[in-house]
């Protein structure tokens, strides 16, 4: 099974910038659409963004569009987060996740999930 580790996260203050990265092990990353996730304190978890295994396709959800990027590099095993004009509510615990799936309900990660990074985003 494919291990994922996420770095990047921390403190910024509201319309800053923060880059998350997420590094996985395993032959599987290039052939697998990756994705990421958050979970804000006493809030459910919600899926913020993935792509395809062939760095085009992408999708978000509706609160991150026109301020967060996800991309990838199949070379390096490593999926990225591009956060800009960060807000508050941005703030929660961020998850790497693989093999993402749109299903009915939604859209969930039938893979591996990384250990999640902090970031908190002051006013």
């Known amino acids: 099974q494919m291990q994922l580790v996420e770095s990047g996260g921390g403190t910024v203050q509201a319309g800053g910038s923060l880059r998350l990265s997420c590094v996985a092990s395993?032959?599987?990353?290039?052939?697998?659409?990756m994705g990421w996730f958050r979970q804000a304190p006493g809030k459910e978890r919600e899926f913020v963004a993935d792509i395809g295994w062939n760095n085009i396709d992408r999708a978000y959800t509706d609160s991150v569009k026109g301020r967060f990027t996800i991309y990838r590099d199949n070379a390096k095993n490593t999926v990225y987060l591009q956060r800009n004009l960060l807000k508050p509510e941005d703030t929660a615990v961020y998850y790497c996740?693989?093999?993402?799936?749109?299903?009915?309900?939604?859209?969930?990660?039938?893979?591996?999930w990384g250990q999640g990074t902090q970031v908190t985003v002051s006013s």
């Open positions: 996740a693989s093999d993402i799936r749109s299903v009915a309900g939604g859209t969930t990660a039938f893979g591996s």
């Open positions: 395993g032959r599987t990353f290039r052939s697998v659409a």
